[in-house]
Structure formats: structure tokens, C-alpha cells
């Protein structure tokens, strides 16, 4: 079977307070990640967003499946309309006053008979954009209003 995980690796220089924020609070979340209105940090919470390329918009639904404070976040991840569902999970560890980061996003493979959009190479690019450019620009300009 083919690889079908997506792991990001990322220690920011950011306090881990900053990062969780980031990642758990929607007005924060707009302004690296996706506009998501109906964003609330509960278990069992549903959410949706709108993204992709320019000539191709998905919509996303996603479910809170796991929180831990400052530790983790985990929802599914799938597509209206669209066959599959994924895992994506966000770990923090705290390490001298900076902040360990993992993404993982694993069961790609059950969005395989989607098409070009849905393959490994696009969820590698994209969250390889996401994480190491956004979210590290995002946290560069956010670590000392902490």
C-alpha cells in the first residue's frame, strides 16, 4: 500500500500558550490556517471551511474527536460530497521555552478514487504551506505579544 500519512515536524520559537491559541481559537485561525465560523473547542464539535486552489474550492467537515489543553487536537477530516474520511491530529510538547510541533494526518488513502486533488503529493505541499510558512510566519509575529 502506498504511503498515505502526512507528518510535519516543526519546533517554533513560540511559547506553547501561543500555539495552542493558534490552533484553538478561530479568530486566531483565520489569520494562518482557514476562516472557520463554527469553530468551538469541545469534543464532538462540527465544523466546516471552504479551501483549496483557485479553480478548485472543497468543502471540509471536520469533528473534534480528542482535546487535550496545550497537548493535542484531533478531528476527522473529510470532504462533502467526496468518498473518505481522515485523521488529522496536532501534538505540542513543550521544550525550553519553545514549542515542539507534529501534524498527522493519516488515512489519506481512503480519499485515493477522488481524483489528482485528493493524492499525497497535494496534502504534503499543502500542509507543508500551511505549517512551515503560515503558521510559523503567523507565530514569528505573534511570540512577542504573548
Same mark, same amino acid.
Given at each position: 500500500?502506498?504511503?498515505?500519512?502526512?507528518?510535519? +515536524?516543526?519546533?517554533?520559537?513560540?511559547?506553547?500558550?501561543? &500555539? =495552542?491559541?493558534? *490552533?484553538?481559537?478561530? /479568530?486566531?485561525?483565520e489569520?494562518w490556517?482557514?476562516?472557520?465560523?463554527?469553530?468551538?473547542? +469541545?469534543? /464532538?464539535? !462540527? @465544523?466546516?471551511?471552504t479551501?483549496?486552489?483557485?479553480?478548485?474550492?472543497? *468543502?471540509?467537515?471536520?469533528?473534534i474527536? +480528542? &482535546?487535550?489543553?496545550?497537548? !493535542?487536537?484531533?478531528?476527522? =477530516?473529510?470532504?462533502? /460530497?467526496?468518498?473518505?474520511?481522515?485523521?488529522?491530529?496536532?501534538? *505540542?510538547? $513543550?521544550?525550553?521555552? !519553545?514549542?515542539? @510541533?507534529? *501534524?498527522?494526518?493519516?488515512?489519506?488513502?481512503?480519499?485515493? $478514487?477522488?481524483?489528482?486533488? @485528493?493524492?499525497?503529493?497535494?496534502?504534503?505541499q499543502? =500542509?507543508?504551506?500551511?505549517?512551515?510558512?503560515?503558521? !510559523?510566519?503567523?507565530?514569528?509575529?505573534?511570540?512577542?505579544?504573548?
Open positions: 500500500m502506498p504511503h498515505t500519512t502526512v507528518i510535519i +515536524e516543526q519546533t517554533f520559537n513560540a511559547p506553547i500558550a501561543n &500555539v =495552542w491559541k493558534a *490552533l484553538t481559537q478561530k /479568530g486566531e485561525m489569520k490556517y482557514f476562516n472557520v465560523e463554527d469553530f468551538s473547542l +469541545e469534543v /464532538g464539535n !462540527k @465544523f466546516h471551511f479551501a483549496g486552489s483557485p479553480e478548485k474550492q472543497y *468543502l471540509h467537515l471536520c469533528e474527536i +480528542e &482535546v487535550v489543553p496545550e497537548k !493535542k487536537l484531533s478531528y476527522t =477530516w473529510k470532504y462533502d /460530497g467526496y468518498a473518505g474520511c481522515s485523521l488529522l491530529t496536532f501534538k *505540542l510538547i $513543550e521544550q525550553d521555552h !519553545k514549542t515542539y @510541533f507534529k *501534524l498527522t494526518h493519516t488515512d489519506l488513502e481512503t480519499f485515493a $478514487e477522488n481524483g489528482k486533488d @485528493f493524492e499525497i503529493t497535494s496534502f504534503n499543502g =500542509w507543508n504551506h500551511i505549517i512551515n510558512t503560515n503558521l !510559523k510566519n503567523y507565530l514569528s509575529t505573534t511570540v512577542n505579544n504573548a
